[in-house]
């Protein structure tokens, strides 16, 4: 067979494409789990929280989150009640201005309240795992992605530490680390949940207000649970797909 | 006069343009990780990366293989669903010690234990604080659910240490203190 120059010149840069391809190979898959077999979410149950900060403090365990940073952090709501006056009610609408306090993110946990008005709840919050999330679509460089079991994930060793990402999630659940200079954030244990193990936050949990969820699997208590509860998530108007499911969650969340 | 007079300087003009690309292909290829694109616009193997960091809390189905006695007596009073690591703090160093599995905690680096593997806490865990411990979750609030079982702890023991009359494996006084 003979080969003029123009073929040549055609062939080269498609074998060298080609090539590349089969360097790559098929990499091996972790065994005993199959990443297409889940799609991994939260559930969190608000009235069972009680601010007591071991999903915070287990997490910074867990995860060598540095002080003064949160993966997931606990914030405690007071909304006022609605004291009439002759001229009308007070503003702001209690509803639209809640109380919110989370000091060092809830990690020991809340002072005593005595203010016995209005309503409190504790509201724990931590990536969203978004299934069209926001951060991952602006990274320039593709160090952030939804993996394929549906979790949201940093590429620390891709990433170049340019905080679009931060910016980018409607939930400020990213940070740039302090030392490492690089995004980071809730992983969802991914080093656990891939082991079989439920994240360090639902393991610390005391009262099962956070418990790790499987949409994909069909026994999954989630499903009753969603089909029996009024369940929200965050932000639903951003049309993010967050997966982080809240039961009972107040109007006034933002 | 031909437009093309001088068309051999098209065609040196192609051949260093070919030239390029193929040097990008080339650098491209040492440059972009083999595994960038196997699942989207991402490097693949950083899943396996993420998957592969040092686990901390070992999950209560590990201690129970071991302490199934008070994980009997844990179950039959009102702590039943709270999981030992909640109070017991982050024991997956323990376990590895007990099962003889250190080794599959990296030794060195970012996230490797902190404890050596002659620390004798590693045999026997730093019991929790009781004092610290159970106010943490039990200290009233009026922010706190109102079924949630809550006392002001200056006012409800007198300074007198929880477990002396509460177990937290089985926190009822019906239950007795725990000795």
Redesign the interface.
């Known amino acids: 067979m003979k080969i003029t120059r123009r073929q040549l010149?055609i062939l080269?840069?498609a074998a060298?494409?080609a090539?590349?391809s089969v360097?790559?190979?098929t990499?091996e898959d972790?065994p005993n789990y199959k990443?297409t077999d889940h799609w991994w979410g939260m559930l969190i149950d608000i009235?069972?929280?009680?601010?007591?900060?071991?999903c915070v403090r287990?997490c910074q365990?867990?995860?060598?989150v540095p002080d003064g940073f949160f993966r997931t952090w606990v914030e405690?709501y007071?909304v006022s009640d609605w004291p009439m006056t002759e001229s009308g009610p007070i503003t702001p609408n209690p509803l639209i201005a809640p109380e919110v306090i989370s000091p060092d993110g809830g990690k020991e946990?809340?002072?005593?309240?005595?203010?016995?008005s209005g309503k409190?709840?504790?509201v724990p919050k931590l990536c969203n795992h978004c299934a069209d999330s926001p951060c991952t679509q602006v990274c320039p460089v593709?160090?952030?992605?939804?993996?394929?079991d549906g979790v949201v994930?940093v590429?620390q060793?891709?990433c170049l530490g340019c905080a679009y990402c931060v910016q980018a999630c409607p939930y400020g659940c990213r940070y740039i680390h302090p030392t490492k200079e690089v995004a980071d954030k809730c992983?969802l244990c991914?080093?656990?949940i891939?082991?079989g193990?439920?994240t360090?936050c639902c393991?610390?949990?005391?009262?099962?207000a956070r418990q790790l969820v499987d949409l994909k699997n069909p026994n999954d208590p989630i499903h009753a649970f969603l089909k029996t509860h009024s369940v929200q998530v965050l932000k639903p108007q951003m049309a993010t797909g967050a997966k982080l499911f809240y039961n009972d969650l107040d109007g006034s969340v933002r | 006069m031909s437009v093309f007079k001088d068309v051999g300087h098209l065609f040196r003009f192609a051949g260093l343009f070919?030239l390029a690309?193929?040097v990008f292909?080339?650098v491209r290829?040492y440059y972009v990780p083999?595994?960038?694109g196997?699942?989207?616009?991402?490097?693949?193997?950083?899943?396996?990366?993420?998957?592969?960091?040092?686990?901390?809390?070992a999950?209560?189905e590990a201690c129970e293989a071991c302490h199934s006695d008070v994980s009997d007596k844990k179950k039959a009073g009102k702590?039943a669903?709270?999981?030992c690591?909640?109070?017991h703090?982050?024991l997956a160093s323990h376990v590895n010690h007990m099962m003889g599995t250190d080794t599959q905690v990296p030794k060195a680096g970012?996230?490797a234990p902190t404890q050596l593997a002659d620390d004798p806490s590693l045999e026997k865990p730093v019991l929790p604080d009781t004092a610290v411990l159970c106010a943490?979750?039990h200290?009233?609030?009026?922010?706190?659910?109102k079924g949630?079982p809550q006392v002001d702890p200056a006012s409800h023991s007198n300074g007198i240490s929880c477990e002396t009359c509460h177990n937290p494996h089985s926190p009822s006084m019906d239950a007795g203190g725990a000795k």
């Open positions: 010149m080269l840069p060298a494409v090539w590349e360097l790559a190979g990499p972790a990443k009235p069972k929280c009680i601010g007591c900060g071991n287990a365990t867990e995860n060598d405690r007071h946990g809340f002072p005593a309240a005595t203010d016995e409190y709840f504790f593709g160090a952030t992605f939804i993996s394929p994930l590429d060793k891709y992983t991914y080093h656990r891939t082991k193990m439920t360090a393991e610390a949990c005391p009262t099962g | 070919v690309f193929l292909l080339v290829h083999k595994s960038f196997q699942y989207g616009h991402y490097r693949g193997a950083a899943i396996g990366e993420i998957a592969q960091r040092p686990v901390k809390f999950g209560h702590h669903h709270v999981n690591e909640a109070c703090g982050a970012p996230g943490r979750c200290t009233a609030s009026a922010a706190k659910p949630f």
